[in-house]
């Protein structure tokens, strides 16, 4: 393997971190921002690019960084190395909201595996961070949030993080899966992925589901979230801007703030 060989294991149920143990000289690269505690004997690194390699050369590295800069990450990730001589350390990394922490083998995947580019929280050292554009034009245009999604590339293991449940399908070859471009996490490299505009005028004004869903034609392996954080980032906004009666469901709403004299 090329990939460090970490052990782990995914801690707690709404909100997820998963505990790293490394062995000496063992690393693992997580996005700026998601490490929660670590061990004294953990020294943490700052690097340019993905981190997946320190024998790239300086325009191997510039590439990583802005193959990252196109999906909207960081420009640098954080390296965290067991420098004790004498065992192991653990390193642990916490879930940016509700949801659950899903453990990729990469190996087991083919070597490959796609997903949300907001949806990759760490990995071994060793596995390439970078994105993958979709072939079809349909795609590119107006697949929004699926439009440039995130490569693991590696034999080692990676976690992806999801909001709310998870549903993993194994789609049989030909079966096809409409899901709504937020929701879908990830999928292994040979389920074929293309944006499907939703048919009817009504439906896709008034539907409420956006204009366009990811459609999916196996074979592969795909994982669907049911709470995508641009979803619940919107509930939580709407909320916010109704206020008073209508937040808590009184059918009176806006016109109960007016008879209460706090119409405004």
Same mark, same amino acid.
């Given at each position: 393997? @090329?990939? &460090? !060989?970490?052990?782990?294991?995914?801690?707690?149920?709404?909100?997820?971190?998963?505990?790293?143990?490394?062995?000496?000289?063992?690393? +693992?690269?997580? !996005?700026?921002?998601?490490?929660?505690?670590?061990?004294? @004997?953990? &020294?943490?690194?700052? +690097?340019? %690019?993905?981190?997946?390699?320190?024998?790239?050369?300086?325009?191997?590295?510039?590439? *990583?960084? %802005?193959?990252?800069?196109?999906?909207?990450?960081?420009?640098?990730? $954080?390296?965290?190395? @067991?420098?004790?001589?004498?065992?192991?350390? $653990?390193?642990?990394?916490?879930?940016?909201?509700?949801?659950?922490?899903?453990?990729?083998?990469?190996?087991?995947?083919?070597?490959?595996? #796609?997903?949300?580019?907001?949806?990759?929280?760490?990995?071994?050292? %060793?596995?390439?961070?970078?994105?993958?554009?979709? =072939?079809?034009?349909?795609?590119?245009?107006?697949?929004?949030? *699926?439009? #440039?999604?995130?490569?693991?590339?590696?034999?080692?293991?990676?976690? +992806? &993080?999801?909001?709310?449940?998870?549903?993993? =399908?194994?789609? =049989?070859?030909?079966? /096809?899966?409409?899901?709504? $471009?937020?929701?879908? /996490?990830?999928?292994?490299?040979?389920?074929?992925?293309?944006?499907?505009?939703?048919?009817?005028?009504?439906?896709?004004?008034?539907?409420?589901?956006?204009?366009?869903?990811?459609?999916?034609?196996?074979?592969?392996?795909?994982?669907?979230?049911?709470?995508?954080?641009?979803?619940?980032?919107?509930?939580?906004?709407?909320?916010?801007?109704?206020? %008073?009666?209508?937040?808590?469901?009184?059918?009176?709403?806006?016109?109960? @703030?007016?008879?209460?004299?706090?119409?405004?």
């Amino acid at each position: 393997m @090329n990939a &460090h !060989e970490i052990d782990y294991r995914i801690l707690g149920s709404e909100m997820q971190y998963v505990e790293i143990e490394l062995d000496p000289g063992e690393s +693992v690269v997580a !996005e700026a921002g998601s490490m929660m505690m670590m061990d004294q @004997n953990i &020294h943490m690194e700052t +690097v340019f %690019g993905d981190g997946s390699s320190d024998n790239k050369g300086f325009m191997g590295k510039l590439l *990583g960084a %802005g193959k990252r800069l196109l999906t909207g990450e960081s420009l640098f990730m $954080t390296v965290f190395t @067991n420098q004790s001589s004498y065992g192991k350390e $653990t390193v642990n990394f916490a879930s940016p909201y509700p949801g659950k922490i899903i453990p990729m083998d990469l190996q087991d995947l083919g070597g490959k595996l #796609i997903c949300q580019k907001d949806s990759f929280l760490c990995a071994a050292k %060793g596995v390439s961070v970078g994105i993958a554009f979709q =072939r079809k034009l349909g795609a590119g245009f107006f697949g929004g949030e *699926g439009f #440039i999604m995130q490569k693991l590339e590696g034999d080692g293991l990676a976690f +992806v &993080h999801a909001g709310g449940s998870i549903c993993e =399908r194994e789609l =049989r070859p030909g079966e /096809v899966l409409r899901v709504d $471009t937020g929701c879908l /996490v990830a999928m292994t490299q040979d389920v074929d992925y293309d944006i499907e505009m939703v048919k009817g005028v009504k439906t896709a004004l008034f539907g409420g589901e956006g204009l366009f869903f990811a459609t999916l034609r196996g074979p592969g392996r795909v994982w669907i979230q049911s709470l995508p954080f641009s979803r619940l980032a919107d509930r939580m906004a709407s909320a916010s801007r109704a206020g %008073g009666r209508k937040e808590e469901g009184s059918i009176l709403g806006g016109l109960g @703030n007016l008879l209460d004299g706090d119409g405004r």
